[in-house]
DNA sequence: CGCCTTTCGCACCATATGGTTACTTTGGTA
DNA sequence: TACCAAAGTAACCATATGGTGCGAAAGGCG
């Protein structure tokens, strides 16, 4: 990089830009909340990885508490709107519950502070989450999902009836955010690498075949 | 209460018992490394809550890290020892399934303290069960459980074969963990009160329907 | 009984942490 | 172009926190 101008020590020009400012922030909250835990994290750290002076966390996010609040609503709305996105309707009802059952796995490898922070969240009893209107309507769309392809599947002939759509919901994240998130112990509990893309290939497999035979008649 | 001695402040005579003082301190700690977290925990908190010193922690454990090392594994010997008593080997294949089910979400229940843990530790990386050769050992005997019910199954025509028993394990534990872990962003996600005693009993149900589902031919 | 190891308690420390005060700089606009 | 609200910075603060130094008392043992 050359020089920009003769000046001794220049003290280069403060960008002024509120949103990128916010977006990193977010950002760096998002991974030192992840990493650390809600009460783990430190905000200097948070400060630090966005490149910005502390005094504007709390210049527009009021608190740590409510920085990890907004980050929480945040990843709540990402993954839903990526489900959106799925286009499920127009599959054949069994394929349509091993795209989810593919797009749950894919979503927590490419998204892993997502199931951190729900666990921070679920250790602070959901308080962040309580008065959060936004969320409580993305997750209705989210769970329609599921009774759709189930009433589908059932008016096919192809899925017995009767089956709760919440508590296979419940089961196809279960299934996968169980295995991601007890990865450390439980790599030492089974004696297995079980993040090796040969365990993972494996344990997909497996979820898929879980979830269909639920359904199956 | 009555005045036990005209003593001005008669300070009670300190009884002498280190077992007591650390079992107490264990206690203690496990509720409160549960309750917040590895970086949440007080150690004065913890020294309030056994009434006893904050300097007996350190001297019977040294540090904080290390006195949840102790909480942790102590955790993992109970939970084995407790399976231990299942008598599995004596029932029906798939009856001893069920009962596995049913302890399973049993202990987690009459145990809160034990998925919290958990949970902190895998934010931790494991490393305080990195070098705890005793969870080893323990943990070996549980894989071996599920491995004998399935082989007893399959010889006896009624499971299918080729079942993964270390999959199966970590599928047993994960439709309970799930669903305790998640109880309160569950809660608000799902719009249904997850924690009632009909909805634990319906969860019960659909868990052990969905093992018997895994396995069968 | 007197000794001495172990258990226990108080006061204290260095430091880290969430949060704030007070100030400077930027850049859109009247 | 001068103004001023908003964006940005640095130094600072009160307090909480993990961890210790050191002395006192308990009680088993010779």
Redesign the interface.
């Known amino acids: 990089m050359s020089a920009q101008s003769p000046d001794t020590q220049s003290p280069r020009p403060r960008i002024r830009d509120a949103e990128a400012t916010k977006s990193r922030i977010l950002e760096a909250a998002k991974k030192e909340f992840a990493k650390?835990?809600?009460?783990?994290a430190r905000v200097d750290a948070i400060a630090l990885e966005a490149n910005a002076n502390k005094r504007m966390i709390y210049h527009y996010f009021e608190s740590k508490e409510r920085l990890f609040q907004t980050v929480l609503e945040n990843a709540y709305f990402d993954i839903r709107e990526s489900e959106k996105k799925l286009d499920l309707d127009s599959l054949d009802p069994r394929e349509a519950l091993e795209r989810l059952v593919r797009f749950t796995w894919n979503y927590y490898i490419q998204n892993p502070e997502f199931i951190?922070l729900?666990?921070s969240?679920?250790?602070?009893?959901?308080r962040h989450?309580?008065s959060s209107e936004t969320?409580?309507i993305v997750?209705?769309r989210?769970?329609g999902l599921v009774d759709t392809i189930l009433k589908r599947g059932v008016a096919q002939g192809l899925f017995r009836k009767g089956v709760?759509p919440?508590?296979l919901?419940?089961?196809i994240?279960?299934?996968s955010?169980?295995?991601f998130?007890?990865?450390?112990?439980?790599?030492?509990?089974?004696?297995?690498e079980l993040m090796s893309e040969a365990a993972q290939a494996?344990?997909i497999r497996?979820n898929i075949?879980?979830i269909l035979?639920?359904v199956?008649l």
Not at 121 to 126: D, G, P, T, Y
Not at 181 to 192: A, K, L, M, P, V
Request: net charge neutral; no cysteine; hydrophobic share 35%.
């Open positions: 650390n835990g809600l009460e783990g951190s729900v666990n969240e679920n250790l602070a009893q959901a989450l309580k969320v409580k997750s209705r989210f769970v709760d919440v508590q919901n419940i089961t994240a279960a299934v955010y169980y295995y998130t007890n990865q450390y112990t439980g790599s030492i509990i089974f004696e297995r494996e344990r497996f075949e879980t035979r639920i199956s």
